[in-house]
């Protein structure tokens, strides 16, 4: 059963296995998981994807998440077949486990985050029960995390700083290089900084809505900038920044949100991931609100077997110092490549 | 219409009239209109080509009355939408006929994006004898004018002309997978993935939205809307079909947004069955209603369904159009087969129902009698004016003469796009970019 021009490949299975106990179900739901996330990443590089097919995707992602997690035993490692991006696709599964909401500079391991899988569901963090969680006990485990804003967040950083990771690890392609092309690019270090941000959550806005994700991405740009550095005051951080780009922002966006057919300012700031706590303006800071899910950095080493490790103990406010220091760090090797 | 009980077996009794090879372009939408007289077909590059019905002659009784090509027109460009960056997809998405009401005809013809309302009239004569200008069209010297005449309408060859008498755009942020004429002949919905709007066939710059699943948080989005239809004798009454399986009938009387359902479809999920694909195989693709209102069908990936309107929980009827590739759903997925829409549609009785399937085949099943046959539209399988020869699919190892196996099965040849005749047993069928007519030979 081919299509026509294509070599035939042996076909990994037959039949569909229904039962879990089975090994071969193991295998199926492997496979299923990476072509499924395959698959939606290339569907959100196009220009305009299919709504349905992204829908149905997203739905299956989740649905073999899920049954992942309610069987009885589970191997967590996925074995996607190319080397290039075992390593990627690794830390993507590991990553996609701990936070719901995941971005990836990284074009052949990106989870891209935001509607798709609103993967609240996927808490792989939760100690491995038999009985299928329901969206209730997720929520309750996850704590102080139940806000959407906080995941996202941390979630773009995580994917920003496993991509950078990947890329030091020397088996990725050439795409994680799309996060460190602006530095080379840039003669500043301050700038570089921003600018890297800025490029790294491309892949952010990947979404349902496609007139809005440049404007997604901007705007959670100018909290990514405040929020991983932790020790600076948003004062500081903006007399070393260009403002000029946040205010040629805003305007586009108020213009958006003047009316007409095309996303009204409502729909944009629904769609907006809801991290702003003040009312009077849409893009205001919360920072002690985002700092208490930075994400430890040693959390994002090698993929190894301590996963239940990875739990709500790391996002506690009592990391925060050797996050900043670890992220000071990081910054620096960054400046250097 | 009243329901009449069709006598006639299917089986050997289709000869193939005629094969129109557009070769241009891939056919995406066939239709025909109320009468039957006139077969629409729209295809990727945004034409439409409208074939019309031979008068049958009494002197050649054989040609039955064939299909030629009445009027071909370019109903969409491609278009850019500057503000999102990104280029609108002229293909034809569906073209719905509305009821003749004089000599000239319309339809609706829909891209993504923008509705279009196209008059089709013809022209035969024009007039001749200006006074003031020449029958080439030049002016004439005034001064050389003696005397004064009445201009004659003189026969003219047959002038087929197309024009777009309505546009109805921007009022979609989704792609438009529907449109669906209403029996008030007044109104007409279109349909995308969230959204219903509502148009008076009137009035361009303003439609009514009565449906929109759209969430707030984008995040929580997981169906979308497939395909909508109005009811055919109920101007209040419309259906849309989602992509989780469930269809909602739905009754403007009782409120401006239609978003609470009067009846809710869905069959409970069969946990034999169950697999990963579960949810993609039960996304519904296209809903129709029969002629006589009283029943819905559906079609999902490997099933058409049949339901009675005053039943909920489960269908009348279901028939497995190719259940060979329940086992292969997972190579269906990564070649992303598994997300092709085919149609299904009804014959004028209501007695027998047509869908596509792959390698070039189509399937009928009767209801009354529980039949069904498999057939092939393809050029080397048919010759003009032969008997179509029933095809078979095998599912176990051994296989028998004519048979073709499953693997061999071409996943490149879909039959997406069937068309039935109102009245008489003639069926269209788009393959890829070929068009095949269909008729039931009397004996």
Known sequence: ?337 | MEEESDTRKINNSFLREHNYATEADIISTVEFNSSGELLATGDKGGRVVVFQREQESKSQPQRRGEYNVYSTFQSHEPEFDYLKSLEIEEKINKIKWLPQQNAAYFLLSTNDKTVKLWKISERDKRPEGYNLKDDDGRIRDPSTITSLRVPVLQPMDLMVEATARRVFSNAHMYHINSISVNSDYQTYISTDDLRVNLWNLEITDRSFNIVDIKPANMEELTEVITSAEFHPQQCHTFAYSSSKGSIRLCDMREAALCDKHCKYFEEPEDPSTRSFFSEIISSISDVKFSHNGRYLMTRDYLTVKVWDLQMENKPLETYQVHDYLRGKLCSLYENDCIFDKFECVWNGSDSVIMTGSYNNFFRMFDRNTKRDVTLEASRENSKPRAILKPRKVCVSGKRRKDEISVDSLDFSKKILHTTWHPHENIIAVAATNNLYIFQDKVN
Not at chain 1, 195 to 218: F, I, M, N, P, T
């Open chain 1, 1 to 337: 059963m081919i299509m026509k021009g294509q070599k035939r490949k042996h076909p990994p299975e037959e039949v569909e296995i229904s039962d879990r106990s089975s090994p071969m179900w193991e295998s199926q739901r492997q496979l299923v998981f990476s072509v499924s996330l395959n698959k939606y990443h290339h569907g959100q590089e196009l220009p305009e994807p299919s709504l349905r097919r992204s829908v149905l995707i997203a739905n299956t992602l989740r649905q073999v998440s899920l049954e992942a997690f309610a069987a009885p035993s589970v191997d967590i490692e996925v074995s996607p077949p190319p080397c290039s991006s075992s390593s990627a696709l690794h830390k993507s599964v590991v990553t996609a486990k701990q936070h719901p909401a995941e971005t990836f500079s990284n074009s052949h391991s990106a989870l891209v985050s935001c509607p798709t899988v609103t993967l609240n569901d996927l808490s792989y963090c939760v100690p491995a029960s038999n009985a299928p969680l329901s969206l209730k006990d997720e929520d309750e485990d996850w704590g102080s995390l139940s806000k959407d804003s906080d995941f996202s967040l941390s979630a773009a950083i995580s994917s920003i700083l496993t991509a950078l990771d990947s890329t030091i690890d020397s088996c990725s392609q050439a795409a994680p290089r799309t996060p460190l092309r602006s530095l080379e690019n840039l003669s500043a270090p301050s700038d570089g900084g921003v600018a890297w941000v800025k490029q790294g959550l491309r892949g952010y806005g990947g979404g349902w809505e496609q007139q809005e994700e440049g404007r997604e991405w901007e705007s959670s740009t100018e909290l990514m900038r405040c929020s991983y550095l932790s020790e600076l005051t948003v004062e500081d951080l903006f007399q070393d920044i260009d403002t000029s780009l946040l205010e040629r922002d805003m305007e586009v966006l108020g213009l958006i949100g003047s009316g007409g057919e095309c996303p009204t300012g409502d729909d944009l700031l629904r769609y907006l991931p809801p991290f702003s706590s003040s009312p009077s303006h849409p893009f205001s800071l919360s920072l002690n609100q985002n700092l208490k899910c930075l994400p430890s950095l040693s959390s994002f080493g090698p993929l190894s077997s301590s996963l239940p490790s990875l739990s709500s103990p790391h996002f506690s406010s009592q990391n925060h110092v050797r996050e900043g220091l670890d992220l000071e760090h990081l910054m620096e090797i960054l400046v250097e490549s």
